[in-house]
């Protein structure tokens, strides 16, 4: 399921992925094509500027969070290891328009995809 999920988050426009640690951070803007081998996820091209591998045995449960701001709400599939450690996060951007009105479009791929998966998901 993770895959799948992956699959369907990478062909959106205007996805930022999100890989961070203590000290860097890396960020891979959609959309980008994929491809698993054996436990990797690819996302994107090993050739090309940018990808991200992701090793599917450690991702243990994803979830979409609707973040609160200030101006706006933020919108975002986050991935977790076992140990409840967020290892990639999928932030929907372009979400408003420039008067800050939330693009009705936009928020039903959000809607459209907790819909399939479940707002919290365990793999």
Do not use: C
């Amino acid at each position: 399921m993770l895959l799948e999920l992956l699959s369907d988050i990478v062909k959106i426009q205007d996805i930022l992925f999100i890989v961070k640690s203590n000290s860097a951070t890396s960020e891979v803007r959609s959309p980008l094509s994929i491809r698993q081998k054996e436990k990797w996820i690819t996302m994107g091209e090993n050739d090309g500027p940018a990808h991200i591998h992701v090793d599917s045995e450690l991702i243990s449960s994803a979830e979409f969070i609707q973040e609160e701001k200030p101006e706006r709400t933020s919108f975002s599939v986050r991935f977790f290891d076992k140990d409840g450690q967020r290892v990639l996060a999928a932030f929907f951007t372009k979400m408003y328009d420039d008067s800050k009105t939330l693009i009705p479009q936009r928020k039903k791929i959000y809607d459209d995809l907790i819909q399939k998966f479940s707002s919290k998901i365990k793999f």
